[in-house]
Structure formats: structure tokens, C-alpha cells
Antibody, heavy 120, light 111 residues
Framework: QITLKESGPTLVKPTQTLTLTCTFS??????????VGWIRQPPGKALEWLAL???????RYSPSLKSRLTITKDTSKNQVVLTMTNMDPVDTATYYC????????????WGQGTLVTVSS | QSVLTQPPSASGTPGQRVTISCSGS????????VYWYQQLPGTAPKLLIY???QRPSGVPDRFSGSKSGTSASLAISGLRSEDEADYYC????????????FGGGTKLTVL
């Protein structure tokens, strides 16, 4: 079955760069049509999509955060990495990675999420 | 400010039918499928409805989705206490807002 798990720091300082890793199993990012996305949720607030990476290395970013985000994949390790630069307290959120249904536009499997707090 | 608009809250008593609306535009709901996610307290979102009105296996048929023009709705019939959760609509967006857009979420309270 498909599982995903996020890992990374729980606390980062303002202006620092956040690096999160999504380690998954049950599928391969080298399979046609497959994608992995990142979504975040500030405490008590709504979901916000951040980035997507596809099996063919096509990458998509949230327009409002594009300048700060980089998404990469390591197919051999079954990992997707998201980096976000210049972190600010408003970036405090639970960050989720999720499997994008092949050749469709919804996330059918989600990781448990990881809470990242931005504070000095 | 979310691209898709949902009411912040909804409520109902056990056994009732409730609906949650989701309003978008021609670049998202108007030209693409709508998806619904359920988020129980303290957990990750779970896919509830895909392609406007399709239920993944395991989702009770009490949950149904519909779409008309640039709006969509999630209906929950035979409301149960365990349905108390946050519900989010989502869609693909063909404009610069996308490609993935979510609604602001609706907190459903079972009275």
C-alpha cells in the first residue's frame, strides 16, 4: 500500500531555509503519470498547496511562493525534497506531502504531516 | 484568501442532511473537476469525493458531490457524530492561481 512520511526540523529561525523530505513507499516516481505534492496548513487555518513534482521531473509551484520554493526528487531513494527560503513566522504550519493520482488531479494518499514552527 | 469560496461553518443534527457549497470561477470549477477532502480533528486530510461526484472505496454513500457551472456542493445525508470535521473543496486551476487550488474549508458541527 502507499505510504508517505514527512521529516525535517520542527523549529527554524526567521530568514533561515527550511528543508523537508517526503519519504514514500508503495509507488515509484519513475512511473508515468505519478506525482507528489506538498501542501501546508497554518494552525487553525485552511490548506494551501505549495508545489508538485511529476515522474518526468515537471515541476509546478504556487504562484505566490514560487520565488521561495524548490522541489526535487530522488527516485532511487523514493524521496521528494521541498526547500523554502527566507522563512517567516507566518510560515508556521503543518506541512504535508501527498501522492497525486496518476493522470488525474487529486491527492489520494497523504502523509501524517509535520509541524514546523518559525521563531527566533 | 482562498481561490475557492466555502462557508466557514455548517451544522446539523444527527440524521439530517446538510450541504456545503464551494464557489469558484471559469478557470477552476467551471472547466475542471472538483474534489472534496475531509479532515478529522488532528489528522491529515482524506479524499472524500473525486471527479465531482465519485466516491473512493470505503467512503459511505451518505456522502455525495455535485457540480453546476462554477459551483459545487457536498451533501451529507443521515448525519452522524463522526462526520464532525473540516471539509475542503479543491480543483485544478488553469489560470496563474494554480494548478491546485483549495477552498477555505467548512467546519461541520453535529449538534
Amino acid at each position: 500500500q502507499i505510504t508517505l512520511k514527512e521529516s525535517g526540523p520542527t523549529l527554524v529561525k526567521p530568514t533561515q531555509t527550511l528543508t523537508l523530505t517526503c519519504t514514500f513507499s508503495g509507488f515509484s516516481l519513475s512511473t508515468s503519470g505519478v506525482g507528489v505534492g506538498w501542501i501546508r496548513q497554518p494552525p487553525g487555518k485552511a490548506l494551501e498547496w505549495l508545489a508538485l513534482i511529476y515522474w518526468d521531473d515537471d515541476k509546478r509551484y504556487s504562484p505566490s511562493l514560487k520565488s521561495r520554493l524548490t522541489i526535487t526528487k530522488d527516485t532511487s531513494k523514493n524521496q521528494v525534497v521541498l526547500t523554502m527560503t527566507n522563512m517567516d513566522p507566518v510560515d508556521t504550519a503543518t506541512y504535508y506531502c501527498a501522492h497525486l493520482m496518476p493522470d488525474d488531479y487529486y491527492f489520494d494518499y497523504w502523509g501524517q504531516g509535520t509541524l514546523v514552527t518559525v521563531s527566533s | 484568501q482562498s481561490v475557492l469560496t466555502q462557508p466557514p461553518s455548517a451544522s446539523g443534527t444527527p440524521g439530517q442532511r446538510v450541504t456545503i457549497s464551494c464557489s469558484g470561477s471559469s478557470s477552476n470549477i467551471g472547466s475542471n473537476y472538483v474534489y472534496w477532502y475531509q479532515q478529522l480533528p488532528g489528522t491529515a486530510p482524506k479524499l472524500l469525493i473525486y471527479r465531482n461526484n465519485q466516491r473512493p472505496s470505503g467512503v459511505p454513500d451518505r456522502f455525495s458531490g455535485s457540480k453546476s457551472g462554477t459551483s459545487a456542493s457536498l451533501a451529507i445525508s443521515g448525519l452522524r457524530s463522526e462526520d464532525e470535521a473540516d471539509y475542503y473543496c479543491a480543483a485544478w486551476d488553469d489560470s496563474l492561481s494554480g494548478p491546485v487550488v483549495f477552498g477555505g474549508g467548512t467546519k461541520l458541527t453535529v449538534l
